[in-house]
């Protein structure tokens, strides 16, 4: 899965894991969980994450593939936030095999409204938006209680960051994709009550895939 932060890959990636039965790989969470469990390459990574930078290739290419070799990947799975450059992709193709790359599009405007709105419960990782999914009770999670934070990533200087790095390093990515004719575009400008209208966008490109 591909497309800009703040594109809604989290949301769609939940939603067609639970139609296809498949595992949903969001490659920053993995790199959130190694900082929070400080683990070797989590200390190396952290500077990268919170300054909304890329993760070298090597360090991001390691923990994916640590991943998908796991038992439950074997039937599938959606990969979201990797393969973000070209030595990531060609990398990948080594250890995986790639059916298919949803690339989802939206606007500037969009992507920074969602991405500023933004809330992650401290607890367990639930995400709301100050506008579009308020919380019941403001800063508090309605699943577990716990405390609503911005993440460091997501205030405007970062935001600008991202898109941009996005920009620069990812755009060749989708051309790599496009050159292969694995490439899905997805128009992703819709609210979220219209997420049906993206889901319906994948399963017609999922729909042929072994
Ligand atoms: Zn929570």
Redesign the pocket.
Known sequence: MLGPPGAGKGTYAEILSDKYNVPRIPVGDLFRQAIKDETKLGKKIKKYVSHGDLVPDEMAIDLVKERLQEDDCQNGFFLDGFPRTIIQAEAMEKFKKIDKALNFVASDRVLMSRLSGRRT??????IYHVENIPPKVEGI??????R?YKRSDEKPQAIKNRLRVYREKTKPVIDYFRKKGLLADIDANYRIEEVDKVISQCEKHLQNLS
């Open positions: 419960c401290r607890e367990c990782g639930a999670c309605d699943r577990c209680g716990g609503l």
